[in-house]
DNA sequence: CAAAACTACTGAACAGTGTTCATTTTCCAA
DNA sequence: TTGGAAAATGAACACTGTTCAGTAGTTTTG
């Protein structure tokens, strides 16, 4: 028995060790740069070898895709000390955006990227789901406050998070150079407070 | 003379005879299949004839990206016909998210792929800014009438091009599946009401 | 302890990618 | 017709993800 469990803790360190260095190479030079000769290169083994441990390209990223959810959800954490629905919205809300702006690769990965998203259906978006049964909970924590009363949670969620996803979005794609003058991380601070503003008036 | 005009004008039909293929391949079988291999293929010519009318492949996907500009700017003319400037802001809604629906390949290359972007800066985003300014245009007529008082117009449509663009972008890039019992179409529909029903209450 | 079985790993091979460039073909004016 | 310029070629280069026959190392069995 104890063969087999350090057979099973030597495969896991494997991955782990694969995972390593696909994370530095990503972080470092970007997704295309992160080929599977890279990686074997780092780990000083053979291209052949990680596809032992990893079925294709795609389930590396997918894991280092949940790790980053698992980054989200840890900066997540302080909100159970906000007690107050609303407030704990506008935290979750600024922690969200923070996350994308201190993590613009994972959030990419998580949010905009195909690559990990070629999975089998099974725990596809388990961690995905996890943040966004937590936006629910807390809207409907609102709800039971008064705010957006009649609105469905389901769309509202939806609308909620597309707003937050939008700025993120524009942001880690480059498309706030359609503002020369202003800052990137000015406009999603800016965009941010709007949307607060509205959120507040509604 | 003539020789040298029609020689620029096989130049320009060459020009569209590789868009033509490019984007049928693309629309067909998405950004990842149509490379120049294909591309030549089916304009019958080598690979290498390719590169004497485009400096490299990303500048073909420039060119698809700044027709997709033209379709969306195509698609906005009729709001010259809606007088009351709120009423054109939503208008101008509708056809932004109709546009990412009916053309999900185009809204990707114009507002989420990288491969686009890595231009000289020169005329990068003429069509983007021109549809920009229309939105930004917009909110200034509203504004004349009292409408979004006290909000600079530059963050203002920053924030609410964002949040069209997240309903989009969540949906080009199967984020909706987080919604597995919800129709992508209809979150995107309801997530447009409640925006609108914001924007309204602002 | 030796042989057989199993496991981990290798690296060449396959089919594909974008891009370059010496060579050939085509065109047009003198 | 010929010579020079322009256009097109396709092989070559350096990559990519992925597979798989073969080898090396470890464990189990006789």
Chains 1, 2 share one sequence.
Not at 1 to 8: L, S, Y
Not at 17 to 46: C, M, P, V, W
Not at 78 to 103: C, H
């Amino acid at each position: 028995m104890t063969v087999a469990n350090r057979k099973q803790r030597e495969k896991e360190e494997m991955r782990e060790l694969i995972l390593d260095a696909s994370r530095s190479i990503f972080l470092e030079k970007g997704y295309h740069q992160t080929s599977i000769r890279n990686i074997a290169e780092k780990i000083e083994y053979s291209p052949g070898t990680i596809y032992l441990y990893f079925k294709e390209k795609d389930d590396i990223f997918h894991a280092l895709h949940e790790e980053g959810f698992r980054r989200l959800v840890a900066q997540m954490e302080t909100l159970q000390f906000v007690s107050d629905p609303f407030e704990r919205l506008k935290a979750m809300g600024r922690i969200y955006m923070d996350f994308a702006k201190n993590n613009k690769d994972f959030y990419d990965l998580m949010f905009i990227m195909q690559a990990p998203m070629n999975m089998e259906e099974r725990d596809k978006w388990e961690m995905g789901d996890r943040t966004l049964d937590h936006l629910k909970n807390v809207l409907r924590d609102c709800q039971a406050t008064g705010k957006f009363k009649g609105y469905d949670v389901e769309y509202l969620s939806f609308f909620i998070w597309s707003s937050m996803h939008g700025m993120c979005a524009l942001y880690c794609r480059d498309r706030c150079n359609a503002y020369p003058e202003e800052e990137a991380t000015t406009l999603m601070h800016k965009g941010f407070e709007i949307f607060i503003d509205m959120l507040d008036k509604m």
